[in-house]
């Protein structure tokens, strides 16, 4: 039973516009969640993270928004560019990180 | 810094053959991650060390994995015998410490095929 869920195995938008990926969890334990970014024959590496007291962090074209009572996470990416273009990887921590399964981004020129 | 060091990156073996996986972490490093990617199920921790000793090998599969870390500068993960359903993309990670705001440092992954 995955814990960590990203139900869009992809998204394609427009350059310049908004991309918006979400992730839900269930484990109301974890207390700290961050996004991973992945391109091609390339390992993730870490993007934003969020603690779970707040409900918003911002860095740059990068925003991560956390709603505890719906268990629920999304990045918002604005604007949008085709270098953004990856997969993008959830992930839930307690002592360990629990990744969804990923969102593939394709930013359209 | 090289940064997590992995090899090979490419893997192509025939059911029933052992294949082995091999990471350097970042130097000074004192936890090492195996994590295996796969379209259904993303990326899972099989394995985690702190100080070359296994903490937690709950996410193995089955007892054809295994994993070693006989020093602070290189681990393994073998699997023997291999299958197909073991094809996947298998990342080693290093971090400073353990929890949060102890970024997780990967490795580019090593594409296992087993025919």
């Known amino acids: 039973d995955q814990q960590v869920k990203q139900n869009s195995p992809s998204l394609s938008v427009q350059e310049g516009r908004i991309s918006i990926l979400n992730c839900d969890y269930t484990n109301s334990m974890f207390d700290y969640f961050l996004w991973y970014k992945k391109y091609p024959a390339e390992g993730p590496t870490f993007l934003i993270s969020i603690s779970s007291i707040k409900d918003k962090n911002e860095d740059g074209r990068f925003t991560v928004f956390l709603n505890k009572s719906a268990k629920h996470l999304s990045l918002h990416i604005v604007p949008s560019q085709p270098g953004d273009s990856a997969v993008y990887f959830c992930?839930?921590?307690?002592?360990?990180?629990?990744f969804g399964s990923g969102t593939q981004l394709t930013v359209l020129p | 810094d090289a940064g997590v060091i992995q090899s090979p990156r490419h893997e192509v073996t025939e059911m029933g053959q052992e294949v082995t996986l091999r990471c350097k972490p970042i130097?000074?490093?004192?936890?090492l991650f195996w994590y295996r990617q796969t379209m259904m199920r993303g990326l899972e921790l099989l394995i985690y060390?702190?100080?070359?000793?296994?903490?937690?090998d709950s996410g193995m599969p089955e007892d054809r994995f295994s994993a070693k870390m006989p020093n602070a500068s290189f681990s393994t993960l073998k699997i023997q015998p291999s299958e197909p359903r073991d094809s996947a993309v298998y990342f080693c990670a290093s971090s400073l410490g353990q929890g949060i705001y102890n970024e997780q440092f990967f490795g580019p992954g090593t594409r296992l095929t087993v025919l």
């Open positions: 130097s000074g490093h004192d936890y």
């Open positions: 992930a839930a921590q307690t002592r360990q990180l629990t």
């Open positions: 060390f702190n100080n070359n000793v296994p903490i937690d």
